[in-house]
């Protein structure tokens, strides 16, 4: 009988540690069906051999199809501006995505989104931000060459000063004021509907590093859904690296800001080597919790030096033509898609249902770091205290 009252008080215990976890996972909408996403950054200003890897990535999602007939969705989380060549010097001196010379990209852009293949949204004007770079320029005179060369890469930047919203022109970081940070997100937000003739309604801020006057002031601006790696970053630390606030996020959750929180926390990247199998697992896994996958991936995968174009868009189509075998009701949707079914509870996409609330819970709890210890830690003392009543 005590082993009995023992393992009763362990699971006690063992919920009342978990609590908030398992509040945020209860609460969280379940999928009625599988949905993968390809989430795209760093397209826009820069190289323009961006143009012919737009063409051959919209060739090869064109080639499949759910069972609606909706082809798979790459995301474009778009960087409207970088430095003018012709004034190096001038820190906001920049070349907007509609100048005449990146056309060819622009008209690709816009072609994979009338194809169902592309689905824009706002990454950032710059991915930096202009003073601080021009800060960081005055003492390094590798960033004053990259400055000086036609459309230069960003992702060439040093980690940090790739982080738009904190000043990381020295480590660690310091907060930027307030006024800059709502001026600067209100005119990206009108820039990038002046380009593409709508509001961007998902923005996914650069390297993940933001914090609350963003969110208000991209809301304000009109945007609707923000794309998150479940947790905030603020600024970055002494070692360059981001440093964590202890904000949590969710899929469907309506934050402060008014914004509709999408959650992107696994990775299909080419270039290091990633291949079908990393992806099949990662949706596997993202299914049992009943949540969607959001496969982060960037554009150095197809352009660039490190590039490896043909076996970035082999790696892509393998994933998706596997995927679709394994799971026929697999849906193909863009995260704008995603974003306004979690507000309005569309039940097309999502299942409201008890019994798949109770089959995506133990999925959803037992992931890896502190849950997953406690509870494994728990469920060994528990069957210990059961033991000691035979």
């Known amino acids: 009988m005590y082993g009995l009252y023992g393992a009763l008080l362990l699971w006690a215990l063992a919920l009342y540690c978990v609590r908030r976890d398992l509040a945020r996972a209860w609460a969280e909408p379940c999928l009625r069906h599988p949905v993968m996403v390809f989430e795209g950054d760093d397209w826009g200003y ?7 890897a737009l063409r051959d990535i919209a060739r090869v999602l064109s080639a499949h199809a759910d069972a609606q007939g909706r082809h798979p969705v790459m995301t474009l989380g778009v960087i409207l501006a970088g430095p003018d060549e012709a004034r190096p010097d001038e820190a906001e001196a920049c070349v907007t995505l509609d100048d005449a010379r990146l056309a060819p990209v622009l008209a690709e852009m816009r072609a994979g989104v009338a194809r169902g293949v592309f689905s824009l949204q ?31 890469a960003t992702e060439d930047l ?9 000043d990381a022109s ?11 940070i709502v001026s600067r997100a209100t005119a990206e937000v009108s820039t990038f509907a002046r380009i593409f003739g709508v509001m961007p309604a998902v923005a996914v801020p650069p390297t993940f590093v933001w914090n609350d006057a ?16 479940g947790e905030r970053y603020e600024r970055r630390g002494a070692d360059g690296l981001p440093v964590d606030s202890g904000r949590l996020y969710r899929n469907g959750q309506r934050c402060a800001s008014g914004l509709t929180a999408l959650v992107r926390d696994d990775y299909y990247e080419p ?17 049992a919790q009943r949540r969607p996958l959001l496969l982060e991936t960037h554009r150095s995968n197809f352009v660039g030096r490190q590039a490896r174009h043909q076996d ?3 790696a892509i189509d393998s994933l998706v033509a596997e995927a679709r075998k394994r799971y026929p009701t697999l849906c193909f949707v863009s995260v704008e898609a995603l974003a306004d079914a979690y507000a309005t509870g569309g039940l097309a996409l999502l299942d409201h249902g008890l019994p798949a609330r109770l089959r995506a ?16 830690l728990l469920c060994v003392l528990t069957v210990f205290a059961v033991a000691l009543t035979v």
């Open 46 to 52: 820069g190289p323009l051999e961006q143009a012919d």
């Open 122 to 152: 706002l990454h950032g004007m710059q991915h930096y931000h202009p003073a601080v770079l021009d800060k960081a320029c005055a003492q390094d005179p590798a960033l004053q060459a990259w400055r000086r060369q036609p459309f230069p």
């Open 158 to 166: 040093p980690s940090p000063l790739q982080s738009r919203w904190t």
């Open 170 to 180: 020295s480590l660690p970081s310091q907060a930027l004021d307030g006024t800059d």
């Open 214 to 229: 963003v969110e208000t002031a991209w809301a304000a601006a009109g945007v609707r859904a923000l794309v998150t790696p």
């Open 271 to 287: 270039v290091r080597g990633h291949r079908a199998d990393r992806g099949l697992e990662a949706l596997a896994r993202k299914w």
């Open 312 to 314: 970035s868009l082999a």
């Open 361 to 376: 819970l133990p999925s959803r709890l037992l992931t890896t770091g502190r849950r997953r210890k406690v509870l494994l």
